[in-house]
């Protein structure tokens, strides 16, 4: 069947080395092609597909030789074939077009198999075998160094799902596996842990495991401190315990979570998790953005549920994704089937308008104020509908008050959410608080010449920020 063809100016081809299969372009058979264009030879069109980065450029996909002869005649258009490959590999259609008239070298086939397999590890060695004109046992030799990296990187991610107490049939959905599969990787769970726990007992330290193994320091952590009491595991994480309700420190812990904005420190987390649950409760974190909660869990052995908008795949599979949006009934929606309840859950919801720009539009942070109170109000209900009698909720939040350019005799109080609204919102949905535990954000955020001119303009600035405990009313 023919295809339709466009002409386009050859100006706006590329040869993209990315999804181009061969190593060159052979400059005799260029040579003979342009010849047989200046004899008037009418040749097969070219394959393009759109660029994908730049609107109004092509890539080619089909005809490398003859778009080069064209130019070389200086030709200004040729007739093309624009394609929608429609999520079909591209490098691997250029190789399937490519071995019609020539087969690919040994070096060429090798390298186009590996270089697709890394662009996506989902595809079989039977499709790469037959786009490249090659037999499936023969693109499993090319590539089984690469295979083998990617299923140590699967079983990881199982394994750190697994013990924070994901269920199998959610892990596969995460993971886009079939449940046998993750139940096969589990079967061999047992003996993963034994090269970094050989490592530990050889005395490396925890950062130097992880690195050698590819594992998150948390994992690490997770085993370096099995079967040890909670206090323990604080001393050897270097966390000082506080005995008081006064929780402040200068610093995140950088081992803990990721760069993101509004982190907590994880030895905040831990606090909660030390004072209001046991080891292996389980504890959800509904908004979990860089994943604190869940690491700290690995390294206090808590179990863990985490949700967050953002999704990250590759090195947050824990953070199962999900956003929390009212629904036209006003009605929010809870992501998971699961009888199990949580027994305790860490709520650090973004806080009002000041980081609205750090997060997604969809984010709570870009609410007026108004529709914020609304919606923590229908959240916290939302939360006591699917907790049990003894669940505790910590609710991590902090005051706001418009100080920034206004002194504090002139701030009308209008505009701010302060601890008592948050409380009143929580009491009205059935959430009676046991503790406030004051955990103030480190002022050394601000630069000495902010605080000199704050001090000038007598601005009273925020540092507050409280953990609610609560517990169910009744
Ligand atoms: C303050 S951050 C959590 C930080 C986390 N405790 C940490 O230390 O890394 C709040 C998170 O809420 C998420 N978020 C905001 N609105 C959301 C919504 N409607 N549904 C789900 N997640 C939301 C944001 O993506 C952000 O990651």
């Not at 490398?64 to 002869?69: F, K, P, Y």
Request: charged share 30%; hydrophobic share 40%; glycine share 6%.
């Amino acid at each position: 069947m023919t295809q339709p063809t466009t002409k386009i100016p050859i100006s706006s081809i590329i040869l993209d080395e990315d999804i181009y299969p061969r190593k060159g372009i052979d400059p005799r058979r260029v040579g003979i092609f342009a010849e047989n264009i200046r004899d008037g030879f009418q040749f097969e069109p070219i394959e393009v597909e759109p660029d994908p980065g730049k609107p109004g450029r092509y890539r080619l996909l089909d005809g490398a030789h003859r778009w080069s002869a064209y130019k070389s005649t200086g030709v200004a258009e040729v007739e093309a074939v624009i394609k929608d490959l429609d999520g079909t590999d591209p490098l691997l259609y250029a190789a399937k077009k490519a071995i019609g008239p020539k087969q690919l070298t040994e070096d060429e086939a090798r390298d186009t198999a590996r270089r697709a397999y890394t662009r996506n590890s989902s595809l079989s060695s039977a499709d790469i075998g037959k786009a490249i004109g090659r037999a499936r046992r023969t693109v499993d030799s090319y590539i089984a160094d690469l295979k083998a990296a990617t299923q140590m990187g699967m079983d990881i991610k199982i394994f750190r799902m697994n013990r924070l107490g994901i269920p199998q049939d959610r892990i596969a959905k995460r993971l886009g596996q079939a449940r046998e599969v993750i139940r096969d990787h589990l079967a061999k769970m047992a003996v993963l842990p034994n090269p970094p726990n050989t490592d530990l007992s050889k005395g490396f330290t925890v950062s130097q495991v992880a690195e050698k193994h590819n594992w998150t320091e948390p994992m690490v952590w997770s085993l370096a401190l099995e079967d040890k009491e909670d206090l323990e595991r604080f001393k050897e994480l270097g966390w000082g315990l506080r005995t008081w309700d006064q929780w402040e420190w200068n610093d995140c812990d950088k081992r803990f979570g990721d760069d993101w904005p509004g982190r907590i420190p994880a030895q905040l987390i831990a606090h909660i998790l030390f004072y209001f649950s046991k080891q292996n409760d389980l504890v959800l974190d509904p908004m979990a953005g860089g994943g604190v909660t869940p690491d700290t869990c690995l390294a206090l052995s808590r179990r863990c549920w985490a949700f967050d908008m953002t999704d990250r795949p590759k090195t947050r599979p824990e953070i199962e994704p999900h956003t929390w949006t009212p629904a036209p009934d006003q009605h929010l929606s809870w992501p998971v089937s699961s009888k199990e309840k949580a027994d305790l859950i860490i709520f650090d919801p973004p806080y009002f308008d000041k980081k609205a720009a750090d997060y997604d539009r969809k984010s709570i942070s870009g609410l007026p104020k108004k529709e914020y109170l609304e919606f923590l109000e229908a959240f916290f209900a939302l939360l006591k509908l699917n907790a049990k009698k003894t669940t505790r909720l910590a609710f991590i939040n902090a005051d706001w008050r418009d100080f920034q350019s206004k002194p504090a005799a002139e701030e009308s109080g209008k505009g701010a959410i302060l601890i008592d609204d948050y409380l009143r919102i929580l009491n009205k949905t059935d959430w009676q608080h046991t503790h406030i535990i004051q955990a103030p954000m480190s002022a050394q955020r601000f630069s000495a010449v902010v605080v000199a001119a704050m001090q000038k303009k007598r601005i009273l600035g925020v540092t507050s920020r409280y953990v609610i405990v609560l517990k169910q009313i009744g």
